[in-house]
């Protein structure tokens, strides 16, 4: 696979070019702050095809990163690219009302469990910014309970603890709403109460302080953000019924597990029906479109206006095309589908794991984490503190020179489009990575 047989090696040439020049013009040089994290520097790629990625230079890799989760199909998909190609020449976007868009939210009603009523829009941002939106106009309270270490995008509402940091996260019994940004407004972090994953006497006793001010509880119900740490068993039935109980809304983040985990996400996966739930990513398989999805009392404030929704791309014709093709593929063909992602995702998983026993690897389907001096068993984030950033960062760097592309703060994502023999390359270039001291 191309030029990267040796470490030391200088094969980024043009990248490092590029990314000079970038920084002469795009503010910070990348243009989403985690692509900045890149080692040894941000690189540029020309294309992409099924699992592969073909960076400037014309090193060719196996892609895990797959857009941070969306190509959940792989790269240029025949699928998708016959969808795409018809409705570009049938318009863009018309700011209007179509019949793709119907077709979107009348899969989404028949794969996710739940989905009476579908709100589309661009990214996932926008979805949770919305789901929580509804969830205040429904119950009238303002409270979010979210879940430290979980990332719900980057609005004000949400971008509040969404890492452990030990200088000012505070007690693991009581942790802090820490802005997960500067710039946020006051009142954004006033709005978030804070638990730690899996902590259920956390979660009851803000109930039991609060309850009557809580408007959702809105987590990730696989945490994959902070690292693929799942609900331990009951922990999301809990939040089901105690939800139910208070009055609150339950909002599922489904941006990475939607139609990864399963064909109806991590809904189906893990058989608990939240009230509302969000998607985006692996939706329409690398084009920008997301959805909330939610039973027909708790959107029906939405159709009578009251909290609003807004946005010029909302379902636009384009992406709309995108998501029928990749949805009705997905369901189609699900039965094979899911479970061989998940054989893929096992695969890789015990493969890193004998070929590299530094590294922890937690794998839930085609999810797959790695880290360097984590313990074997996380409950949440704090129980990472002791991993190794900058060892795991080499590790990727050397991967890179190997042939595989993976994200920097250890996420691996597989896609229809790869197979054993990709899985088993990314396992013997972990072996060399390893060997060569990283
Ligand atoms: N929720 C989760 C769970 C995510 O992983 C992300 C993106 N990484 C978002 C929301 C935000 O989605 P977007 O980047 O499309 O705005």
């Known amino acids: 696979m191309g030029r990267r047989s040796k470490a030391g090696d200088v094969p980024f040439a043009r990248s490092a070019a590029l990314y000079e020049r970038a920084r002469g013009v795009i503010a910070g040089g990348v243009t989403s702050a985690v692509r900045a994290g890149a080692r040894p520097h941000p690189l540029y790629f020309e294309r992409g095809r099924g699992p592969y990625l073909w960076d400037v230079d014309g090193n060719r890799y196996v892609d895990f990163v797959l ?16 969808a795409l190609s018809r409705q570009a020449g049938r318009g863009l976007t018309f700011g209007s009302q179509h019949r793709l868009e119907v077709e979107v939210a009348a899969i989404l009603a028949s794969v996710v469990p739940g989905a ?8 996932g941002t926008e979805a949770a910014m919305v789901a929580v939106r509804v969830a205040r106009a429904l119950t009238g309270r303002r409270l979010i309970l979210k879940f430290e270490g979980h990332y719900h995008g980057w609005s004000d509402a949400l971008f509040v603890a969404t890492a452990f940091d030990p200088a000012r996260s505070g007690p693991a019994d009581r942790p802090a709403a820490v802005p997960g940004t500067e710039g946020l407004a006051r009142g954004a972090i006033d709005d978030v109460i804070v638990a730690t994953w899996n902590d259920l006497p956390r979660v009851r006793a803000l109930f039991a302080e609060r309850g009557p001010e809580i408007a959702a509880v809105i987590a990730e119900p696989l945490l994959v953000n902070g690292g693929v740490i799942p609900p331990e068993p009951g922990f999301l039935e809990a939040l089901r019924q105690l939800t139910r109980a208070r009055g609150a809304v339950l909002i599922f983040d489904e941006v990475i597990t939607g139609f990864r985990l399963a064909l109806g996400g991590a809904q189906q996966y893990y058989g608990v029906t939240a009230d509302l739930a969000v998607f985006a990513k692996a939706m329409a398989g690398g084009v920008s479109m997301s959805a909330v999805t939610g039973s027909r009392e708790v959107l029906d404030p939405v159709a009578a206006g009251r909290p609003a929704h807004l946005g010029t791309f909302n379902g636009n014709p384009l992406a709309a095309a995108a998501a029928v093709a990749t949805l009705r593929h997905l369901a189609e063909g699900a039965e094979q589908i899911y479970p ?24 839930v389907g085609p999810i797959v984490n790695t880290a360097i001096g984590e313990p074997a068993i996380v409950r949440n984030v704090r129980d990472r503190a002791s991993a190794d950033v900058a060892a795991h960062a080499r590790f990727v760097e050397a991967l890179l020179r190997h042939g595989v592309h993976t994200t920097p703060r250890g996420l691996w994502y597989l896609s229809t489009a790869h197979g054993e023999e990709e899985v088993d390359l990314a396992v013997a270039a972990a072996r060399a990575a390893i060997a060569e001291g990283t």
């Open 67 to 82: 857009g941070y989760g969306p190509l959940i199909l792989g790269h240029a998909p025949p699928v998708l690219r016959r």
């Open 116 to 123: 009476e009523r579908t709100i589309l829009s661009t990214t």
């Open 340 to 363: 061989r992602l998940h054989a893929l995702g096992e695969r890789l998983a015990d493969g890193l794991r004998s070929a590299a026993p530094a590294l922890t690897v937690r794998q």
